[in-house]
Nanobody, 127 residues
Framework: QVHLEESGGGSVQAGGSLRLSCEVS?????????MGWFRQAPGDKHAGVAT????????WYADSVKGRFTISRDKANNTIYLQMNSLEVDDSAMYYC???????????????????WGQGTQVIVFS
């Protein structure tokens, strides 16, 4: 059973930056995982933010965050990151890390493809 633990959320003024971390444990097949960051604002469904395939480091981004957010991984430490720059008020949400085995559909950034989720970390961006 894969365990995911997010950290790094907080409150930041618009234009600022935050880095989220997601520590992965409980799996020896981490290198074959597609990892993703998703977010959910109050009253909304989960929305895709970015994904990365650990085996190749290919990355994909939602249009709303391209050029501002960067997903990356530290393979040795089983951790993925989401560097968020130029934050906007609309980026405020609970951010979740998620994992699924294999590279298929990793580029879709579709939360319905992911079966393993962390508890989330709150991001608040104020004007």
């Amino acid at each position: 059973q894969v365990h995911l633990e997010e950290s790094g959320g907080g409150s930041v003024q618009a234009g600022g930056s935050l880095r989220l971390s997601c520590e992965v444990s409980g799996s020896t097949y981490y290198q074959y995982y597609c990892m993703g960051w998703f977010r959910q604002a109050p009253g909304d469904k989960h929305a895709g933010v970015a994904t990365i395939y650990i085996g190749s480091t290919d990355t994909w981004y939602a249009d709303s965050v391209k050029g501002r957010f960067t997903i990356s991984r530290d393979k040795a430490n089983n951790t993925i990151y989401l560097q968020m720059n130029s934050l906007e008020v609309d980026d405020s949400a609970m951010y979740y890390c998620a994992a699924k085995a294999g590279s298929a559909d990793c580029s879709r950034i579709d939360p319905q493809q992911f079966g393993n989720w962390g508890q989330g970390t709150q991001v608040i961006v104020f004007s």
